[in-house]
């Protein structure tokens, strides 16, 4: 199988490992990720505002090269997956929306939401499936407690993402077992890490992080895992209790025996 | 309607005549207890036109753009869209943006994310 693939800018330089164990671990399920060429940053956020045209169009560049390139696009960061299915989604409900974007790209032919837009996570569950995953592992990591992180961007709007249940998803759990490890159940898994209010009012943004690792560390976790770098970014860089936060990817190819110096 | 109001409603297309007045966005919001004015209130206040308190207010540069009040609205509201909505009027203002280029390098670390810095522009930048 081949899909589309959009890394993001952030996979390209501060979470090269969160690129390179997803394009590793799918290849070792059969599953090439096919990189965009070309590809823009999708601008990090999604501007919710219907006057705002120009701010999306990279999000659709990249879904029409999706659109051409098999029907769908692959995302591995949270925030990426959230843009461009938010994006999309606004094709098919507003057709506003759709009339101007395309007066801006004179696209060959015009876009009009034709792609979807897929995490790798629920690639995994709906595709390639937990079962060949548990089946791949040579290292399982038993014995292990691992804190599922969603944060926000995964989930919310559930109408426009629709990724897992919005207030009690369980896909990162399933995966979690998948590898052998045990999932920590703990209150502030879909609530916000500070996300970007680390660059305007930083104290606030740690008393998110600080109630997030607080709440995965009393529950025993032995480490947490994210899909998203500003998550990571806050976990560990804002918040006073330190827990290891590793991206899913990693976690992934540790299991799959990928990595150098991963105990077989 | 006045201009303000209009503004904030035809950019966010909330109905926010719809609110119920129930506060769940306000309950479940993260960033309520660093904010002057809350979700709730933003909703209240865009119906009733009285857009520019919440303009002069720091509490447009607080909302985390979670989705949880999006999300947990009963009414279908979606007060995180009317506090982008008020936000936008602000920084398209010109010299009103609240980060500038120039900002970053003093609140940039080694491990902070490219996603960081692109977001944050997208919030507070125009």
Request: with cysteine.
């Amino acid at each position: 199988m081949k899909i589309a693939y959009y890394p993001g800018c952030t996979l390209k330089n501060r979470a090269r490992d969160l690129d390179r164990y997803a394009r590793e671990t799918a290849s070792a399920l059969g599953c090439e990720f096919e990189e965009i060429p070309l590809w823009q940053c999708c601008g990090g956020a999604y501007t919710s505002a219907k006057d705002e045209i120009a701010t999306k169009l990279a999000a659709v560049r990249a879904l029409a090269a999706g659109r051409d390139m098999g029907g769908r696009v692959v995302t591995v960061c949270s925030a990426c997956f959230n843009v461009l299915a938010q994006t999309n989604r606004e094709f098919l409900v507003n057709p506003d929306f759709d009339f101007k974007v395309n007066n801006y790209l004179k696209g060959d032919p015009a876009y009009h939401g034709e792609a979807s837009v897929v995490h790798y996570l629920t690639l995994l569950r709906d595709e390639i499936g937990f079962d060949a995953v548990k089946a791949r592992v040579t290292n399982p990591l038993k014995g292990k407690k691992i804190a599922a992180y969603y944060g926000c961007l995964l989930l919310r709007p559930s109408e426009a993402l629709a990724f897992d249940d919005p207030e009690d998803p369980s896909v990162m759990e399933d995966f979690i077992r998948a590898l052998g490890a045990e999932p920590v159940n703990y209150s502030m898994r879909n609530e916000c890490c500070g996300g970007y209010l680390t660059l305007e009012d930083r104290e606030a943004a740690k008393k998110r992080s600080n109630a997030v690792v607080r709440s995965a560390a009393e529950n025993g976790a032995d480490f947490m895992i994210t899909a998203c770098p500003l998550c990571m970014y806050n976990l560990t860089k804002n918040a006073d209790e330190k827990i290891p936060v590793r991206y899913f990817t990693d976690v992934l190819a540790e299991a799959f025996g990928l990595k150098e110096g991963a105990a077989e | 309607m006045n201009d303000l109001k209009d503004r904030v409603v035809r950019m966010s297309g909330s109905r926010v005549e719809r609110c119920m007045r129930c506060g769940k966005c306000s309950a479940t919001c993260p960033s309520y207890e660093d904010m002057e004015y809350h979700p709730h209130e933003f909703v209240y206040l865009v119906e009733r036109g009285d857009v520019e308190k919440l303009l002069a207010s720091e509490s447009i540069y607080k909302c985390l753009t979670c989705f949880a009040c999006v999300e947990r609205c009963p009414r279908g509201v979606e007060p995180a869209k009317v506090v982008e909505a008020v936000r936008l009027i602000a920084v398209r203002e010109q010299g009103k943006n609240r980060l500038k280029p120039d900002d970053l390098p003093a609140l940039t670390d080694a491990d902070l994310p490219g996603q960081a810095l692109a977001t944050a522009l997208r919030k507070y930048a125009k």
